[in-house]
């Protein structure tokens, strides 16, 4: 069965910096498009940035265009985003999902990870 692990998630101040990892298990993951989503409290559950299985297609939100890096290790089953100059509207839950290269929805998701920026 298919489960993505997530971790890195915490309590920061405005200006630093987190890595959130998701260790993916029981998919062909160097098949499988990559994302990560996040969830404000009251808000609908929005794209953040997405990865192909190649990494050499990738996109962000222009809410953390310049701060944020999705990456990913294909050795490892493993896809990362590194938060740098977070600011406190970065705050909400972040999840790992994944899907297949022709799908429109991501079949896959992590149990999510909280993140808060205090000011």
């Known amino acids: 069965q298919v489960q993505l692990v997530e971790s890195g998630g915490g309590l920061v101040q405005a200006g630093d910096s987190l890595r959130l990892s998701c260790v993916a298990s029981?998919?062909?993951?160097?098949?499988?498009?990559m994302a990560w989503f996040r969830q404000a409290p009251g808000k609908e559950r929005a794209l953040v940035a997405v990865?192909?299985?190649?990494?050499?297609?990738?996109a962000y939100a222009d809410s953390v265009k310049g701060r944020f890096t999705i990456s990913r290790d294909n050795a490892k089953n493993t896809v990362y985003l590194q938060m740098n100059s977070l600011k406190p509207e970065d705050t909400a839950v972040y999840y790992c999902a994944a899907k297949s290269g022709s799908s429109l929805r991501y079949n896959y998701w992590g149990q999510g990870t909280q993140v808060i920026v205090s000011s």
């Open positions: 029981g998919l062909p993951f160097s098949q499988w498009t």
């Open positions: 990865i192909n299985w190649l990494g050499d297609s990738i």
